[in-house]
């Protein structure tokens, strides 16, 4: 049985196929599903497929990802909405990731990206700590692909 990494309460994640840089996640045991905050999201046909076009930021560029499937999420209110799911890859503790995650406006919460429990399950959540894992990329890293 292989040790599992130990993330704090946030840490911090790259999302490299989708913006540069670090962002800052929280690690969320109560949601099921991982979210990232989106605007404009929109949906398109290539002729082959269904793209998901949307942009991270306010007038941030477009990003047009294939469409993974819907995915119906109950929000903290008990509201149910159907939200797009994209796949792609995020990096933590300096392994890489092959993620599902929904595309919602979360502009009104504190933290851009949640991460729920379909991808914690590979994890051990110490609530007291936050960001035991460095921002920079770490190099090598290691590739992980788990549903």
Known sequence: ????????????????????GA?????????WSNTLHAEEISLTNNGMEHI???RLTKNGNWIERPLHEWRRVRDTGGHDTLRPVIR?????????????????????????????????KEFVIDPSE??????????????????
């Open 130 to 147: 936050e960001c035991l894992h460095p921002k920079q990329r770490t190099v090598p890293r290691i590739r992980k692909i788990f549903d």
């Open 52 to 54: 998901v076009r949307f």
């Open 1 to 20: 049985m292989r040790a599992r990494t130990v993330l704090g309460w946030r840490e911090w994640i790259g999302l490299p196929e989708l913006e540069d």
């Open 88 to 120: 792609t890859t995020l990096e933590v503790a300096g392994e890489d990731h092959d993620i599902q995650i929904c595309l919602q406006d979360r502009s009104r919460m504190r933290h851009r990206i949640i991460l729920g429990r379909r991808f914690l």
């Open 23 to 31: 962002t800052l996640a929280k690690m969320d045991t109560g949601a």
